[in-house]
């Protein structure tokens, strides 16, 4: 295209070389994927179970590199197929209003002329002598379907068919050659910079090329992916696609779809550690608080991602990520799509996408994991940031000015989340555990109180928990002998007082908690105490933890100990992976309170 395009030019133009280019990068693409999966499956993973010492080392460092350059490669080739598919679609479109208004103009029998212009021949009855009005020429110069006032001459009625047929063929050649223009831009953009490495910075262009692609193909694909559908519809609708279809929509918008519940596991997997490093090149250089907090917690995800697995551990998945609000990560252990065990955690106060949330929150993930496996391999174990939790705005005080509005929004998302898990799990009946911690478990409760609950969850496992919104462990929905409680007796969170004596812990700080509990035992701050006799769920065994005012002064260890399998007295961790394995009979049971 010239930027003096004409309709016969438009009308030529044969899309199909368009699509063919695109074709050609996308078996780039391919090709590319292929050569980062060989390196991470097979040659990094061969090396490392074969070779020690520094050589390997250093060959290991090479071989991750090179697999991010594939990476890279993979990302930049997708998003140029993509944008010539776009570019030929949004042509098509135009030149399928152009063929329309020449048909229009071959059946009227007028002559369009190089230029737009139409001519039409003569026709009607003149008012004085009704002899035929002469014909003419109609040009689109300005807003389609404006003509000149007739005065008292009848007008021919060939000539408002004529303007409508030449403002159409002008209309289509205006637009394409706008087209022409903005995809011109984009595609001089999408070029990689000299050399064999792919540091940050040219990851941060590569997020930069796919917001731009992105928006250039709203209407290729953004528009038909199906953000307000069910689970189920997602599950059936990505099935639906031809597999170059999935291929894009894994290129340009890998952070929809990594993050669309009801999409399978291993595909989100591969969408969001693409999106990984574009969030990383995104946040790369930032010097505000929030964009270097998350950068640590994606590089440290990242780390894990490609760090070879120990013995007896199981393989990692990236359910989700994201910048949004505190940040978002959603990892499973163990593939939640083939197992029959699947078991999702959802951390409380004080999370966010951080260093910490990467290497605290996901080790009690894996550690349950690999635990629940030991009992039953068909198991998965998920730690689930989905939600603004809570953080920490008044130190120790925080507890009181908590409400419910985060935990109610993050019980929709955990809601649609499991939804998603049981969409696409290939077992006939999952067995499906929520795991609440802190004010996590506020937040599950939130979820099975929402609507018709979440039906596909079968055992509740709530540990450090300050209430859940409901006094009874029926009101739950899944039958109070399926709601267990963990609540170490040291643990200051579990005897919060209630929002009736919460001025007491505002005042008094963590002794605050202590002495409200003493007050109010079975009152927290989110409903009725879940270890207590009147809840009615079953309490196993918790270590008391570490005094909450002891020699070194105020320790919340007990409140972070639950998962803990290293420590004096793993009974809280062990108990959590049974119920986990579906062996919840097994639980060694503690009196409530």
Not at 248 to 267: H, K, M, R, S, T
Not at 278 to 292: A, F, N, T, W, Y
């Amino acid at each position: 295209m010239t930027p003096t395009l004409t309709w016969a030019q438009l009308r030529d133009l044969k899309c199909a070389e368009l699509e063919g280019a695109a074709d050609g990068w996308g078996r780039s693409s391919n090709r590319a994927d292929a050569a980062r999966d060989r390196i991470e499956q097979q040659l990094l993973t061969g090396l490392r179970d074969t070779q020690e010492g520094e050589a390997a080392q250093a060959a290991v460092a090479r071989l991750r590199q090179l697999g991010r350059n594939f990476q890279y490669v993979y990302t930049e080739c997708g998003l140029l197929r993509t944008t010539l598919n776009s570019l030929a679609h949004e042509v098509k479109t135009q030149q399928r209003v152009l063929k329309e208004a020449l048909d229009d103009a071959a059946a009227l029998k007028f002559t369009v002329h190089a230029d737009g212009s139409v001519t039409y021949p003569a026709g009607g009855e003149g008012l004085i002598d009704g002899a035929p009005l002469r014909g003419g020429t109609a040009s689109s110069s300005g807003a389609p379907g404006l003509l000149p006032p007739s005065g008292l001459v009848a007008p021919n009625p060939h000539a408002a068919r004529a303007q409508d047929i030449a403002d159409r063929v002008t209309g289509a050649v205006r637009a394409a050659a706008e087209i022409d223009w903005r995809y011109a831009g984009i595609l001089r953009r999408l070029r990689a910079e000299e050399g064999l490495k792919v540091p940050d910075s040219t990851w941060k262009d590569a997020a930069g090329d796919a917001a731009e692609v992105r928006d250039a193909a709203g209407a290729y694909l953004k528009d038909a992916i199906p953000h307000d559908a069910s689970p189920a519809e997602r599950r059936d609708w990505w099935a639906g696609l031809t597999q170059e279809q999935r291929e894009e929509y894994l290129a340009v918008y890998p952070d929809q779809i990594g993050n669309l519940d009801g999409i399978p596991a291993l595909v989100r997997d591969a969408a969001n550690r693409d999106n990984l490093q574009l969030l990383i090149g995104k946040l790369e250089g930032r010097d505000d608080e929030k964009s270097v907090t998350q950068l640590a917690g994606l590089r440290e995800i990242d780390r894990q991602l490609g760090a070879a697995a120990k013995p007896g551990e199981p393989p990692m998945f990236l359910l989700g990520v994201s910048d949004e609000g505190n940040g978002r990560a959603i990892v499973s252990y163990g593939n939640p799509d083939t197992a029959k065990n699947v078991a999702a955690y959802v951390p409380g106060l004080g999370t966010a996408l951080d260093e910490e949330f990467a290497k605290g929150d996901l080790k009690r993930a894996r550690d349950t994991a690999i635990a629940t496996r030991e009992i039953d391999s068909s198991s998965a174990t998920i730690a689930w940031l989905g939600y603004d939790a809570p953080q920490f705005p008044d130190g120790m005080n925080s507890l009181a000015v908590m409400g419910d509005e985060r935990a109610e929004v993050g019980g929709r998302h955990f809601s649609e989340f499991v939804g998603g898990l049981a969409a696409v799990n290939e077992n006939e009946d999952p067995h499906m555990v929520a795991i609440g911690h802190s004010y996590g478990s506020r937040t599950v409760g939130a979820a099975m109180q929402e609507g018709g609950g979440v039906p596909e969850i079968d055992d509740i496992v709530l540990v450090g928990s300050p209430g859940v919104g409901v006094d009874r462990a029926e009101d739950l929905g899944v039958g109070g002998d399926h709601v267990f409680v963990g609540a170490a007796e040291n643990d200051a969170v579990t005897k919060a007082p209630s929002k009736l004596q919460g001025n007491l812990g505002a005042v008094a700080g963590p002794a605050g908690f202590v002495v409200g509990g003493l007050l109010g035992r079975d009152d927290l701050w989110f409903g009725r105490d879940p270890a207590s006799e009147a809840f009615g769920a079953t309490r196993f065994r918790s270590d008391e933890g570490p005094p909450l005012i002891g020699p070194q002064g105020f320790s919340f260890g007990a409140h972070s100990g639950y998962f803990d399998r290293d420590g004096a007295d793993p009974v809280s961790a062990d108990s959590i992976a049974l119920i986990a394995a579906g062996k919840a009979h097994k639980v060694k049971v503690e009196e409530p309170r």
